[in-house]
């Protein structure tokens, strides 16, 4: 029970959360919008606010996690988390750790093990053919780079449309727009139906 207390507490500062996540996602336009105006010092400070922001999305979609299973223990959730601070809190979290990985390919370097790991298992298993070894080394190769390249790409294209500099200051905006809400006890959803 003390966990579940625990996670309750630390879900009601959500907030803090938001606000910190949102002004890391809209980074590029606080950059953009400050003296700086060498492109290459723009650059490095985007990228050091893409590897600051990592562990925040990563604490983000933890903190979405906790949401969900707090409210599978119907224990129940703070009254301060709604399904605007649910959503902003996972798309912040997939902005934040998508931006700083998107150029990364783990699936060249995930078949290139897989493979050395099938080959060694076959020299373990007492396989001396050089050309065994190597077809099933190339074999397990091509089989995982092509089932993960299809994840990749699906991957690259989410990574591509979130880390875009707009839809990141969108996503932000709004993020810090709803932690600054839920300090006075309101959210997004109290604003819709005047907007209707």
């Known amino acids: 029970m003390a966990l579940d207390d625990g996670l309750f507490l630390l879900i009601s500062w959500n907030f803090l959360l938001l606000i910190i ?77 998508l931006r700083p990985i998107k150029d990364f390919k783990f699936g060249t370097v995930l078949s290139l093990a897989i493979g050395l790991l099938g080959a060694a298992i076959l020299v373990f298993l007492g396989a001396d053919s050089v050309k065994i070894i190597a077809g099933f080394f190339i074999l397990l190769f091509l089989l995982i780079y092509g089932a993960v390249r299809l994840v990749e790409d699906l991957y690259l294209i989410i990574a591509e449309i979130l880390s875009h500099p707009l839809i990141s200051v969108l996503i932000g905006g709004i993020s810090v727009f709803q932690g600054l809400l839920q300090i006075f006890n309101f959210s997004l959803l109290d604003f819709l139906p005047l907007l209707m």
């Open 21 to 97: 996540g949102g002004c890391i996602a809209a980074s590029w336009l606080l950059i953009r919008l400050s003296s700086v105006s060498d492109s290459e010092d723009i650059s490095s400070l985007t990228q050091k606010t893409a590897l600051l922001g990592f562990p925040v999305g990563i604490f983000s979609i933890l903190m979405t996690g906790a949401i969900f299973y707090l409210d599978s223990q119907l224990i129940g959730v703070p009254p301060s988390v709604d399904i605007v601070t649910l959503i902003c809190l996972g798309i912040m979290g997939l902005v934040l750790i």
